[in-house]
């Protein structure tokens, strides 16, 4: 039987993948090019400075910057992400998402956070959830970003539980993949074509079956 479940945060459990692209499309508009819905798919899950990168690669400018530069666009991004989630509150918690927690808690299942975010704890303390989780693991935490899966090792192994006792709730491929390789069930949330990484996918938590998987 699964005795953990370990959450993605942005797109998961709070709206916030929409911040993340408004602050990108703003520095691909100062650069000069269109930055689409369709190019942020590439940015779910993925730490900040490949998302970077991959932008970049979609401007056609990838060598066209210092190291330099490229963290001071970085860090421009960030204070403009920041200053969105800087007011978010509980309205901003995903569908189902509350209710899932709530279960999980009451049937003795663990909880772990997963995030490649370094902005996780401001997140989850904005919105209330930060109570429901035994241990956080976000982008302060680790060194490797997911596919890598040391992102929901880490959680598992802080808790003692075997990694194929653990459900990964994930809205993307990155992710996905990353729990996929040390054997944690992958559930996917969003849209079944863009998560083809996923073991099952749910267009949304409130359409998942609690008493299925755990
Ligand atoms: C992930 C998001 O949760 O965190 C990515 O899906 C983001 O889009 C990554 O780049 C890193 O976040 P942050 O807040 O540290 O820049
Ligand atoms: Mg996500």
Redesign the pocket.
């Given at each position: 039987p699964n005795k953990c479940a370990i959450f993605?945060?942005?797109?998961v459990l709070v709206d916030t993948?929409k911040y993340?692209y408004l602050a990108w499309k703003e520095l691909a508009e100062k650069l000069g090019f269109e930055f689409t819905l369709e190019h942020n798919e590439m940015?779910?899950?993925?730490?900040?400075m490949?998302?970077l990168d991959i932008l970049l690669e979609v401007g056609h400018m990838k060598d066209a910057f210092t190291e330099e530069e490229k963290v001071k666009m970085a860090t421009e991004?960030?204070n403009r992400?920041v200053e969105y989630i800087s007011n978010i509150d509980e309205s901003e918690i995903l569908d189902g998402a509350l209710p899932l927690l709530q279960e999980l808690k009451q049937k003795g299942i663990k909880i772990a956070l997963g995030?490649?975010?370094?902005?996780?704890q401001i997140i989850l303390k904005n919105v209330g959830l930060e109570k429901y989780f035994d241990v956080i693991v976000d982008?302060n935490s680790v060194s490797k970003a997911k596919p890598d899966p040391e992102v929901f090792t880490l959680g598992a192994k802080t808790l003692g539980i075997p990694y194929e006792e653990c459900v990964v709730f994930e809205?993307?491929q990155a992710g996905l993949e990353a729990a996929k390789i040390v054997g944690m069930l992958a559930v996917g949330v969003g849209q079944e074509k863009d998560l083809t990484n996923a073991d099952v996918v749910y267009s949304s938590l409130k359409d998942f079956k609690i008493e299925q998987y755990f």
């Open positions: 993605d945060l942005d797109g993948a993340h940015l779910k899950g993925v730490s900040r490949t998302s991004k960030n992400y995030s490649a975010s370094k902005n996780a982008g809205d993307s």
